[in-house]
């Protein structure tokens, strides 16, 4: 084994064979549906979250109930996930209390989704293609629990499992970001156009991920704002 190799196999056994890849302009396309397919991020938190905020950009035709993002804990699996029971409607989760977010129907397009929470005032944001929604309020005084299985496709109901393959997601998914503050206006809108982003234990640009069965990483097909 030359000394490259074995390096490369060092990392990999580190890494636990995850891929590090910038993903810009590139999506994740969950081809089945129903699904049993997912991807493992990992961020690498260390401490418990008592702020952050959640982003990303979806592409379905899915009319039934589906999970977009699902970090569950081994005491809370709806730890954080953002789920959209249906047309119209999202949920957003912290430590298994949710708060919904009414919306208009999709007309077929990209849709990008930013919530965010905090913990010192349990005021929860929620912004869609750029415009901020009324504030809720969910589990003041919370702490996210950093030691989380983090996937996407799938709603997990046990730490890393206990999937419905009829909660899983079809379709496209792109610009996933983690922060562990709140944003400000301004950066929730830069999330929303694609413009330069403070750092985050999740970034599509520097992500690690593993995919586990049915999804391919393909180039965008266009951009997901504008016509
Ligand atoms: C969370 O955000 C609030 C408001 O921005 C800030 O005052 C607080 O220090 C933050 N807490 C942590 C743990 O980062
Ligand atoms: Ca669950």
Request: net charge neutral; glycine share 10%.
């Amino acid at each position: 084994m030359g000394r490259l190799q074995l390096w490369v196999t060092v990392l990999a056994g580190l890494s636990g064979m995850m891929a590090q890849e910038d993903l810009y302009r590139k999506v994740f396309v969950f081809r089945k549906d129903p699904s049993d397919a997912y991807v493992v991020l990992r961020a690498g938190l260390e401490q418990p979250l008592h702020n952050f905020t959640l982003c990303l950009r979806s592409y379905t035709e899915l009319a039934r109930p589906h999970s977009l993002f699902s970090y569950a804990t081994k005491a809370q699996d709806n730890e954080i996930l953002l789920f959209k029971p249906k047309p119209g409607e999202y949920r957003f989760y912290v430590g298994g209390k949710f708060v919904t977010f009414r919306v208009p129907e999709g007309r077929g397009d990209w849709e990008h989704v930013c919530a965010s929470w905090e913990s010192a005032t349990g005021i929860a944001e929620f912004w869609l293609n750029g415009k901020p929604w009324p504030r809720k309020g969910l589990q003041r005084g919370y702490a996210v629990g950093a030691e989380a299985a983090i996937l996407l496709g799938q709603e997990q109901d046990a730490f890393g499992g206990g999937f419905d393959v009829y909660n899983s997601f079809s379709g496209e998914l792109a610009d996933v970001y983690l922060w562990d503050t709140g944003l400000s206006p301004d950066k929730m809108r830069a999330a929303y156009l694609s413009l330069r982003l403070p750092p985050a234990v999740l970034a599509w640009k520097s992500l690690s991920y593993e995919v586990k069965g049915d999804v391919v990483v393909k180039p965008r097909l266009r951009e997901a704002l504008g016509p």
